[in-house]
């Protein structure tokens, strides 16, 4: 269950979300639950 600030990572394809993704590790895109939407 998805609670408010909870952070949610994404996996993109993307040259950006590769090239984000190679500085992070894993995954590249942090997307902040708040009020059940994203």
Do not use: K, P, W
């Amino acid at each position: 269950m998805l609670e408010n600030g909870d952070l949610i990572f994404v996996r993109d394809e993307s040259d950006m979300g590769q090239a984000i993704q190679t500085s992070t590790g894993n995954y590249n895109h942090v997307a902040i639950c708040l009020d059940g939407m994203i």
